[in-house]
Every structure is written in C-alpha cells, then in structure tokens.
T-cell receptor
Framework: NAGVTQTPKFRVLKTGQSMTLLCAQD?????MYWYRQDPGMGLRLIHY???????AKGEVPDGYNVSRLKKQNFLLGLESAAPSQTSVYFC?????????????FGPGTRLTVL | DAKTTQPPSMDCAEGRAANLPCNHS???????VYWYRQIHSQGPQYIIH???NNETNEMASLIITEDRKSSTLILPHATLRDTAVYYC??????????FGAGTRLTVKP
C-alpha cells in the first residue's frame, strides 16, 4: 500500500499560469480532502469530496477547482495562479465521515507562484 | 471561532514525559477530541482520539477531564523524533477536521 501520494512534490508557477495537482489513494477510501498550509499556520480546508463524482467547498475554496472522476483520485486545479496561492498543499483521505474516522495525509506539494 | 486553545510552544527533555495541554471549554457532548502531529512539514499524522474516557495506544495517552473542557496528550518517553507541531482538534459527526496553529514541541537532548 502506497497510502496517499501527491504529484508533483514541488512546482514553481508564474502569475496567471494554470496547473493541476494530483492526489491518489489506494485504500479504497470514500472521502478525500485538499488542504493548504501557509507558513506558521495550521491546515485550512479548500475542497473535499464524499465520493466519486461529488465535490464540496471547504473553508478557503476561492481560486481553486476540484474533480473526483475516479474514486482513487482527487484533482486540485488552479486556473490562474496568484502569489497568494503560494503554499504547501496536502491531500488526505478517510474511509468515511464518521466521527471516529482518522485522516491519512499525503506528503504535500510545495507550490510557489511568482 | 477556534474550538481549541493550545500553547504555541513547549520544550521537553529527551526521555521524559511530554504533557501537551488543550483547552476546549465549549465542547459539545457529541464532539470528539483528536490529536495529530506534523513533523518537519510532512503531512499530519494521526495520534489518538477520545470522547470522554481516557485513551491509550502505542504512541500516546489522552487524558480528558471529567467536565471535558480540557485534555492532555501524554508522550510517555519523548525522543528527539517526537519534535513536531501537535494539533488538538475538536470535531463532531459530519464536521470537517479544522486545524489550528498547534503546539510546537521541541524535545531536547
């Protein structure tokens, strides 16, 4: 089991460029999440998905889009990157939204927007 | 509004117990207390969770006060590898996991 993997690990963009971050999990989890973490701060939820074909907004969704076409993959897109989106992005998954469910996190993608 | 309050930083001597406090004075009856940690910008790692009883696993112990308004995470024999940011999270069924700033624990030799 690879667990939760994220691609790429690092990326530098220019303002206005677009990109897609890929999150993959091989644990057959229903729920998947995208977070961002700015320096010295905790994680903030961007978008999440409760199952294949579904997505929902989190705490800071503006400037991002997501898709969950396959159960094992959750894509995060930036259509027009801005310097304010410079951050570390973490993906997580969980079997289901039960109180006792724990989240399994990927290693993160470090994104810099110039 | 933050549901939890944690000290921003703590130190602990290697081999000693690390006791990390968390205040959650507005916790509801259906909310659990979770602890995660994040080592050196890696993805957060689950440690332990509980509702009202004390819990113990191979990593740590969780002590929840009787009124449930505060809790303490105990690492019984801290090592240098336990240096990390520790997050205390209060969460109910159907809610998202909301991470605050956490406590930066530094284990010193």
């Amino acid at each position: 089991n690879a667990g939760v993997t994220q691609t790429p690990k690092f990326r530098v963009l220019k303002t206005g460029q677009s990109m897609t971050l890929l999150c993959a999990q091989d644990m057959n989890h229903e729920y998947m999440y995208w977070y961002r973490q700015d320096p010295g701060m905790g994680l903030r939820l961007i978008h999440y998905s409760v199952g294949e074909g579904t997505t929902a907004k989190g705490e800071v969704p503006d400037g991002y889009n997501v898709s969950r076409l396959k159960k094992q993959n959750f894509l995060l897109g930036l259509e027009s990157a801005a310097p304010s989106q410079t951050s570390v992005y973490f993906c997580a998954s969980t079997p289901g939204q039960l109180t006792t469910d724990t989240q399994y996190f990927g290693p993160g993608t470090r994104l810099t927007v110039l | 509004d933050a549901k939890t309050t944690q000290p921003p930083s703590m130190d602990c001597a290697e081999g000693r117990a690390a006791n990390l406090p968390c205040n959650h004075s507005t916790i509801s009856g259906n909310e659990y207390v979770y602890w995660y940690r994040q080592i050196h910008s890696q993805g957060p790692q689950y440690i332990i969770h509980g509702l009202k009883n004390n819990e113990t696993n191979e990593m740590a112990s969780l002590i929840i006060t009787e009124d449930r308004k505060s809790s303490t995470l105990i690492l019984p024999h801290a090592t240098l590898r336990d240096t990390a940011v520790y997050y205390c999270i209060v969460r109910a069924l159907g809610e998202d996991m909301r991470f605050g700033a956490g406590t930066r624990l530094t284990v010193k030799p």
